[in-house]
């Protein structure tokens, strides 16, 4: 990378303004969808992308550092400063090609990466300037739409054939991440899908308000382009065994089939109809169309409807149900300070009316004489010391208060996908249900098969999971061609 760093146009790009007023330039903001409008729609980005002036401006605030901390904090190790200076030289075609090489998802994750907690929360000028980072996420996005809004299609290098077979199980963020990398080492690669839509977590998780369904398929587009098979409506170790695969010559299998069991509070109402978990209502919605009267699919949409929970997953589930007309609000246990979701999704939803009851904890669901949710008690709590995650940990009070409700989405985290283990006794699982790994390459006790993704991390972010991927495709690679 400090071969790129030393090449002329660099040299003269870093001559053309002094780092001093660099330094000076505010943050760009990015343009939002207003509040009252954006709630009438489910599949309106909320985020509306920024202007050229805007993102060549906003890469002009890069320092093109001799030690760019930012890659440190990818995990997927884009060269940042790199795709960021061609901005500023307006070159966007060798800007999209620069990210391809280590990004199969860009456009993906330019929208739903954290990067404040990521390579933002690395740049020289937060770390030691004091200053707002540069907004890495946002120029990302912006290289990528202008590829796919341009008719145009960057294609990175593939080597030539080595006519190899491997397998993904499942086609979430870390299978694709891995079957692109793959693809570009010339392995003939197929991705095994359980479901009707090919994405996983990123089609049926993330509503398209934030991430919008045809840009999932452009990306899945340029795999294809890449020359990664896609096969759907098929459950790997149950449609086929491993080992059917075998005998047709696949010579290795990464399992990417993510965190699909949602966790439960197991108090007392809980199973009440009308009660369900996030994984139900996400999926339901924005993978099966529920909310869409030309579809099969049912799914209740209440007047009052709470969510439980303060991650990403809970923001989404309740700026749906505002979306479909609801009285929506958040129930969490921790106050808005400690909530694990982006602070720009939490900013989102206060915009869009969305009522947050921090510091409160669901104690017991009561119902209808038909057995339909109606109420919920809750429990007060405080903060006391940090616990292990650094953050205060809450404490149960006395007083309780009840609360109407005709819908409650459950949105506490999940647990891994149980199908492969179960199929694969010589699989090493901890307690928890995650597939165990070798860190350094990601494979597992079995010699051929390596792993990623919520199935090893039990639910993570899309970059971590696509993170997986790329660094268990460089430990299959070496494993098949070490003799």
Same mark, same amino acid.
């Given at each position: 990378m400090n071969n790129r760093r030393n090449e002329e146009w660099r040299e003269i790009l870093r001559k053309k303004m002094p780092a001093k007023d660099r330094v000076a330039i505010d943050r760009v903001k990015m343009n939002e969808l207003d509040p009252h409008e954006r709630i009438k729609w489910l599949d309106k980005e909320v985020n509306m992308g920024l202007t050229e002036e805007q993102v060549v401006r906003e890469a002009s605030r890069c320092m093109d550092c001799a030690n760019p901390t930012c890659i440190e904090g990818c995990p997927v190790n884009i060269d940042i400063p790199t795709f960021v200076k061609y901005i500023e030289d307006r070159e966007f075609d060798k800007s999209i090609a620069s990210l391809k090489e280590s990004n199969a998802l860009p456009a993906v994750c330019g929208r739903v990466c954290p990067q404040e907690k990521q390579c933002e929360a690395n740049c020289f000028l937060q770390l030691k300037m004091k200053k707002e980072p540069v907004a890495i996420g946002y120029l990302e996005r912006y290289v990528a739409d202008l590829e796919r809004e341009s008719g145009k299609r960057c294609v990175p290098y593939i080597a030539k054939s080595n006519g190899i077979k491997v397998a993904t199980c499942g086609s979430g963020p870390a299978s694709l991440s891995f079957a692109g990398d793959m693809a570009k080492l010339g392995y003939d690669v197929t991705v095994f899908e359980a479901l009707h839509e090919i994405g996983g977590v990123l089609k049926y998780g993330i509503p398209e308000f934030r991430l919008p369904n045809s840009i999932v398929d452009f990306e899945i587009e340029n795999l294809k382009h890449l020359g990664v098979k896609f096969e759907k409506n098929f459950l790997l170790g149950r449609t086929s065994s491993f080992d059917d695969l075998?005998?047709?010559?696949?010579? *290795?299998?990464?399992?990417?089939?993510?965190?699909?069991?949602?966790? /439960?509070?197991?108090?007392?109402?809980?199973? /009440? &109809?009308?009660?369900?978990?996030?994984?139900?209502?996400?999926?339901?919605?924005?993978?099966?169309?529920? #909310?869409?009267?030309?579809?099969?699919?049912?799914?209740?949409?209440?007047?009052?409807?709470?969510?439980?929970?303060?991650?990403?997953?809970?923001?989404?589930?309740?700026?749906?149900?505002?979306?479909?007309?609801?009285?929506?609000?958040?129930?969490?246990?921790?106050?808005?300070?400690?909530?694990?979701?982006?602070?720009?999704? @939490?900013?989102?939803?206060?915009?869009?009316?969305?009522?947050?009851? &921090?510091?409160?904890?669901?104690?017991?669901?009561?119902?209808?004489?038909? *057995?339909?949710?109606?109420?919920?008690?809750?429990?007060?709590?405080?903060?006391?010391?940090?616990?292990? #995650?650094?953050?205060?940990?809450?404490?149960?009070? &006395?007083?309780?208060?009840?609360?109407? @409700?005709?819908?409650?989405?459950?949105?506490?985290?999940?647990?891994?996908?149980?199908?492969?283990?179960?199929?694969?006794?010589?699989?090493?699982?901890?307690?928890?249900?995650?597939?165990?790994?070798?860190?350094?390459?990601?494979?597992?006790?079995? &010699?051929?098969? /390596?792993?990623?993704?919520?199935?090893?991390?039990? *639910?993570?972010?899309?970059?971590?999971?696509?993170?997986?991927?790329?660094?268990?495709?460089?430990?299959?690679?070496?494993?098949?061609?070490?003799?």
């Open positions: 075998r005998e047709k010559g696949f010579k *290795g299998f990464f399992i990417g089939s993510g965190a699909g069991l949602p966790n /439960f509070m197991n108090i007392p109402g809980e199973n /009440f &109809n009308g009660i369900l978990s996030s994984n139900e209502y996400l999926t339901r919605v924005n993978l099966m169309r529920a #909310s869409d009267e030309n579809y099969d699919t049912p799914v209740f949409i209440g007047k009052r409807v709470a969510v439980i929970g303060g991650g990403n997953t809970a923001m989404d589930s309740v700026r749906i149900a505002k979306r479909l007309g609801a009285e929506a609000m958040i129930i969490y246990r921790r106050s808005r300070e400690e909530m694990p979701a982006r602070v720009e999704e @939490v900013k989102h939803a206060m915009e869009e009316g969305i009522v947050f009851m &921090n510091l409160h904890n669901p104690t017991e669901y009561f119902a209808d004489e038909t *057995g339909h949710v109606n109420k919920m008690r809750l429990q007060k709590m405080i903060l006391g010391e940090p616990d292990a #995650s650094g953050r205060r940990k809450p404490v149960a009070t &006395n007083e309780f208060t009840d609360v109407d @409700v005709d819908l409650v989405v459950v949105a506490i985290g999940v647990s891994p996908n149980p199908l492969i283990p179960m199929v694969e006794k010589n699989l090493n699982v901890s307690k928890w249900g995650t597939i165990i790994v070798n860190e350094e390459n990601n494979q597992t006790d079995i &010699n051929d098969m /390596f792993a990623g993704g919520d199935i090893v991390r039990g *639910g993570a972010t899309v970059i971590l999971a696509m993170g997986d991927g790329r660094k268990a495709a460089t430990g299959m690679h070496k494993h098949l061609t070490k003799n």
